[in-house]
Nanobody
Framework: QVQLVESGGGLVQSGGSLRLSCAAS????????MGWFRQAPGKEREFVAA????????SYADFVKGRFTISRDNTKSTVYLQMNSLKPEDTAVYYC??????????????WGQGTQVTVSS
């Protein structure tokens, strides 16, 4: 079992930056690929970014390429999402997820409670 706790959300102006963190507890963190997803009001949850267990492979949704960066520190069992050049359409609840494999994939086994990100225009 893996427990995930997100932090770092908040209110920011358009063009600003935020860094989300997701702390994991449980089994060996490096055994899990990690992902970030988001869900805006009235919309379905969508993929944002993912990173392999070693941190050597990353994947991004097209709408965040060049603006967001996913990273991880396996010594701290934490994954990060650095968000720059934020836009009002980035407003959503952001969720951290863990996949019980080291490689990136589309299925995730554990989810955090989410952290709200609001970008004002």
């Amino acid at each position: 079992q893996v427990q995930l706790v997100e932090s770092g959300g908040g209110l920011v102006q358009s063009g600003g930056s935020l860094r989300l963190s997701c702390a994991a507890s449980g089994r060996t963190f490096s055994a899990y690929a990690m992902g970030w997803f988001r869900q805006a009001p009235g919309k379905e949850r969508e993929f944002v970014a993912a990173i392999s267990g070693s941190g050597g492979t990353t994947s991004y949704a097209d709408f965040v390429k060049g603006r967001f960066t996913i990273s991880r520190d396996n010594t701290k069992s934490t994954v990060y999402l650095q968000m720059n050049s934020l836009k009002p359409e980035d407003t959503a609840v952001y969720y951290c997820a863990a996949r019980a494999r080291r490689i990136i994939g589309s299925d995730y086994d554990y989810w955090g409670q989410g952290t709200q990100v609001t970008v004002s225009s």
